[in-house]
Nanobody, 126 residues
Framework: QVQLVESGGGLVQAGASLRLSCAAS????????MGWFRQAPGKEREFVAG????????EYADSVKGRFTISRDNAKNTVYLQMNSLKPEDTAVYYC???????????????????WGQGTQVTVSA
């Protein structure tokens, strides 16, 4: 079992930056692909970014390419999401997700991840 805890959310103005962190604990010795998803009120949870266990493969949703950067520090069992040039439409609860994978594949769908954090709220005002 792996537990994921997100932090770093908050209320910012449009154009600002935030960095989200996701700390993993438990059986972290296995290789996990990690992802960030978000869910706005009344909308489906959507993929934002994902990174393979080695960090060699990274995927982004088109809506965040060029603004968001995902990274990981395996020594610290932590994944980050650097969010720059935030827009009001980025407002959502952001979730960290993990899936044990021994390849460099990055899952893009919600049901491909077996572990989830509790979420952290990001609110961007106009």
């Amino acid at each position: 079992q792996v537990q994921l805890v997100e932090s770093g959310g908050g209320l910012v103005q449009a154009g600002a930056s935030l960095r989200l962190s996701c700390a993993a604990s438990g059986r972290t010795s296995n290789a996990y692909s990690m992802g960030w998803f978000r869910q706005a009120p009344g909308k489906e949870r959507e993929f934002v970014a994902g990174i393979s266990w080695s960090g060699s493969n990274i995927e982004y949703a088109d809506s965040v390419k060029g603004r968001f950067t995902i990274s990981r520090d395996n020594a610290k069992n932590t994944v980050y999401l650097q969010m720059n040039s935030l827009k009001p439409e980025d407002t959502a609860v952001y979730y960290c997700a993990g899936q044990r994978l021994y390849t460099n594949y990055v899952p893009l769908k919600r049901d491909q991840y077996g572990y989830w954090g509790q979420g952290t709220q990001v609110t961007v005002s106009a």
